[in-house]
Nanobody, 114 residues
Framework: QAQFVESGGGLVQPGGSLRLSCSGS????????IGWYRQAPGKQREYVAI???????TYKDSVKGRFTISRDNAKNTMYLQMDDLKIEDTAVYYC????????WGEGTLVTVSS
Protein backbone atom coordinates (compact mmCIF):
# COMPACT_ATOMS: atom_id res chain seq x y z
CA GLN A 1 0.00 0.00 0.00
CA ALA A 2 1.42 3.33 -1.11
CA GLN A 3 2.33 5.71 1.68
CA PHE A 4 2.46 8.80 -0.52
CA VAL A 5 -0.12 10.54 -2.68
CA GLU A 6 1.04 12.86 -5.43
CA SER A 7 -1.01 15.60 -7.09
CA GLY A 8 -0.75 18.77 -9.13
CA GLY A 9 0.35 17.51 -12.51
CA GLY A 10 -1.11 18.65 -15.80
CA LEU A 11 -0.46 19.91 -19.30
CA VAL A 12 1.71 22.99 -19.62
CA GLN A 13 3.54 24.74 -22.43
CA PRO A 14 7.33 24.98 -22.50
CA GLY A 15 8.45 27.75 -20.17
CA GLY A 16 5.43 27.31 -17.95
CA SER A 17 5.14 26.38 -14.29
CA LEU A 18 3.47 23.77 -12.13
CA ARG A 19 3.46 23.04 -8.42
CA LEU A 20 3.30 19.42 -7.34
CA SER A 21 2.24 18.25 -3.90
CA CYS A 22 2.99 15.03 -2.03
CA SER A 23 1.22 13.97 1.13
CA GLY A 24 2.28 11.10 3.34
CA SER A 25 2.41 9.62 6.80
CA UNK A 26 3.57 11.73 9.70
CA UNK A 27 6.07 9.18 10.94
CA UNK A 28 7.93 9.28 7.65
CA UNK A 29 7.81 13.05 7.39
CA UNK A 30 9.16 13.47 10.89
CA UNK A 31 12.15 11.19 10.45
CA UNK A 32 13.22 10.77 6.82
CA UNK A 33 14.50 12.60 3.79
CA ILE A 34 11.83 12.65 1.10
CA GLY A 35 12.39 13.08 -2.57
CA TRP A 36 10.74 13.61 -5.92
CA TYR A 37 11.35 11.12 -8.68
CA ARG A 38 10.10 10.90 -12.25
CA GLN A 39 9.71 8.33 -14.97
CA ALA A 40 9.47 9.40 -18.58
CA PRO A 41 7.95 7.11 -21.22
CA GLY A 42 10.32 4.29 -22.03
CA LYS A 43 12.85 5.32 -19.41
CA GLN A 44 13.78 4.27 -15.90
CA ARG A 45 12.62 6.15 -12.86
CA GLU A 46 15.14 8.82 -11.82
CA TYR A 47 15.71 11.08 -8.89
CA VAL A 48 14.80 14.75 -9.31
CA ALA A 49 15.22 16.38 -5.91
CA ILE A 50 15.48 15.41 -2.26
CA UNK A 51 14.83 17.41 0.89
CA UNK A 52 16.28 16.54 4.27
CA UNK A 53 14.04 16.52 7.35
CA UNK A 54 15.04 20.14 7.92
CA UNK A 55 14.35 20.97 4.27
CA UNK A 56 17.90 21.17 2.95
CA UNK A 57 17.64 20.38 -0.79
CA THR A 58 19.66 18.54 -3.39
CA TYR A 59 18.78 18.55 -7.09
CA LYS A 60 19.45 16.63 -10.24
CA ASP A 61 21.72 18.82 -12.35
CA SER A 62 19.21 19.25 -15.17
CA VAL A 63 16.60 20.84 -12.87
CA LYS A 64 18.87 23.09 -10.80
CA GLY A 65 17.71 26.69 -10.94
CA ARG A 66 14.30 25.69 -12.30
CA PHE A 67 12.80 23.41 -9.64
CA THR A 68 12.40 24.11 -5.93
CA ILE A 69 11.64 21.40 -3.40
CA SER A 70 10.12 22.25 -0.03
CA ARG A 71 8.35 20.44 2.75
CA ASP A 72 5.92 21.27 5.54
CA ASN A 73 6.38 18.56 8.14
CA ALA A 74 3.48 19.87 10.23
CA LYS A 75 1.18 19.18 7.27
CA ASN A 76 2.96 15.97 6.20
CA THR A 77 3.29 17.53 2.76
CA MET A 78 6.09 18.13 0.31
CA TYR A 79 6.07 20.37 -2.74
CA LEU A 80 7.92 20.71 -6.00
CA GLN A 81 7.70 24.10 -7.67
CA MET A 82 8.66 23.63 -11.30
CA ASP A 83 9.42 26.71 -13.38
CA ASP A 84 10.70 27.13 -16.93
CA LEU A 85 9.47 23.66 -17.77
CA LYS A 86 10.99 21.90 -20.75
CA ILE A 87 9.63 19.18 -23.00
CA GLU A 88 12.13 16.75 -21.48
CA ASP A 89 10.51 17.28 -18.06
CA THR A 90 7.50 15.32 -19.30
CA ALA A 91 7.08 12.33 -16.99
CA VAL A 92 5.07 10.81 -14.19
CA TYR A 93 6.33 12.33 -10.95
CA TYR A 94 6.45 10.36 -7.70
CA CYS A 95 7.59 10.99 -4.15
CA UNK A 96 9.20 8.56 -1.75
CA UNK A 97 11.68 8.34 1.10
CA UNK A 98 15.05 7.21 -0.30
CA UNK A 99 16.23 5.74 3.00
CA UNK A 100 12.90 4.08 3.79
CA UNK A 101 11.40 3.22 0.43
CA UNK A 102 7.65 2.63 0.43
CA UNK A 103 5.43 1.13 -2.23
CA TRP A 104 5.26 3.61 -5.09
CA GLY A 105 2.06 5.59 -5.48
CA GLU A 106 0.27 6.35 -8.72
CA GLY A 107 2.26 9.51 -9.29
CA THR A 108 1.08 12.61 -11.09
CA LEU A 109 1.55 13.14 -14.82
CA VAL A 110 3.33 16.25 -16.04
CA THR A 111 3.14 16.88 -19.77
CA VAL A 112 5.12 19.72 -21.29
CA SER A 113 4.04 20.35 -24.83
CA SER A 114 3.32 23.18 -27.21
Amino acid sequence: QAQFVESGGGLVQPGGSLRLSCSGSGSIFRHYRIGWYRQAPGKQREYVAIASVSGSPTYKDSVKGRFTISRDNAKNTMYLQMDDLKIEDTAVYYCNAPNNLQAWGEGTLVTVSS
